[in-house]
């Protein structure tokens, strides 16, 4: 499909060198290149330490690119853009505020007064589907639970981008399919463009529009696999469909040998 749009988020050649304490560098992700378009939901997948979440950190402004460059609407990435969501594995819901505290955070520091901050935090706790939890702790939560709460948190400051690191990476198989679901449904009604990244290429083809095949080590960007799935979609049932299956062999085919070269290495290591 040809974009006519201006990319939301575009990243030209860009790379990353990390230098450690001894002086040593190490080039983590090296020319990457691709766009992600507004309201578009891209999945980024890639062998283990390959630099998926390196890639995150220069959109997010968190680490600047060593060369190559960022943008993100239009303008190079020179600190946290606006309007910018991120969620990683390990969530930041505070266990000394309740559901409906830890939700009203984000807006109570982006200046909301904390009756307004209330009420829109009372309504993604309802959305996340957590209503009548407002007033529990996070320990007295289940593990999906919390993740939920840590949705809420994200999406109550209705970021126009998100970036997504294995999200739901510690959650058993059932519960990450309910949380899927659940983003699925909350990212229709408005759409951010979405950076994905996961291991779980069950998971990356469910949701995206596209998926990014990363290389081993120094990453950069080996195959876009357009994924074409109707939406809406219910991710335990596209996940039997014949037209899934083949995106999941195209993008396994592509990741493959990724994969190998990366075990391989491994194996090397500890020979
Ligand atoms: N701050 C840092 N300083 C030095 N090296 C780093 C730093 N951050 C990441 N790296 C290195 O860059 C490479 C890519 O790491 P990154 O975490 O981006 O990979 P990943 O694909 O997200 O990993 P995983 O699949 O385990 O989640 C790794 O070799 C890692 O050790």
């Known amino acids: 499909m040809t974009q006519l749009t201006e990319p939301v988020i575009a990243l030209r050649a860009a790379t990353k ?11 983590a992700i090296r020319d ?8 578009e ?15 995150l950190g220069l959109i997010s402004g968190l680490a600047p690119a060593t060369s190559g460059t ?4 239009g303008a190079p990435v020179r600190e946290i853009p ?6 990683f594995q390990q969530d930041a819901v505070l266990p000394w505020r309740t559901v409906l505290d830890n939700v009203a955070a984000g807006p109570r520091y982006r200046g909301a007064s904390r009756a307004s901050a209330r009420s829109a935090a009372g309504e993604w706790v ?3 589907g957590l209503a009548g939890f407002e007033k529990y702790y996070p320990h007295q939560l289940s593990g999906g639970m919390r993740k939920r709460v840590a949705l809420a948190q994200t999406l109550v400051n209705e970021p126009g981008i998100l970036l997504m690191d294995e999200p739901f990476g510690a959650l058993d198989v059932q519960t990450r399919e309910h949380m ?12 951010a463009a979405v950076v994905f990244v996961t291991h779980d290429l069950t998971e990356a083809i469910a949701l995206a529009d596209r998926v990014v095949v990363m290389t081993a080590g120094p990453a950069t960007v080996k195959d876009v696999v357009p994924v074409g799935l109707e939406r809406p979609r219910t991710v335990e049932e596209i996940r039997l469909e014949e037209s899934f299956l083949e995106v999941y062999r195209r993008v396994w085919d592509s990741l493959r040998e990724e994969v ?8 090397a290591r500890v020979a």
């Not at 990457?32 to 309201?39: L, N, R, S, W």
């Not at 960022?70 to 609407?73: F, G, L, P, S, T």
């Not at 899927?180 to 759409?191: G, I, K, T, V, Y």
């Open 32 to 39: 990457v290149t691709f766009d992600v378009h507004a309201g």
């Open 260 to 267: 190998e070269i990366t075990r391989a290495r491994g194996a």
């Open 126 to 128: 309802a959305k996340v």
């Open 17 to 27: 060198v990390f230098t450690n304490r001894d002086g040593e560098r190490h080039t």
């Open 82 to 87: 606006s309007g910018l969501g991120y969620m």
């Open 70 to 73: 960022v943008e993100v609407a």
């Open 41 to 55: 939901f891209v999945s980024v997948v890639g062998p283990t330490g390959c630099g998926k979440s390196t890639t």
């Open 180 to 191: 899927q679901d659940l983003l699925l449904s909350l990212w229709a009604e408005n759409r």
